[in-house]
């Protein structure tokens, strides 16, 4: 699964400094979803990235079709 979370920033012409202080999560932690490198998100801060960003699931989210074809 891939976080477009900075395809979508570019798109709207917001930073990610913006965007933490208009949803009041911190820095690190959006610096974080932007790389990729979390294992999960609460349901909070999504909703939070979406109603901000004015986007969907289906525009902060897409799911590599490699990775749904792998094993757990």
Known sequence: MKINLD?????KGKTLYWLS????ISYP????IVNNNT???KFKIIEDICKTLD???DELFTLDKDDA???V
């Open 7 to 11: 395809k979508l920033l570019k798109t």
């Open 21 to 24: 202080k208009e949803t009041g």
């Open 29 to 32: 932690s959006l610096h974080k």
């Open 39 to 41: 294992e999960s998100i």
């Open 55 to 57: 986007c969907t699931l």
């Open 69 to 71: 074809n792998k094993q």
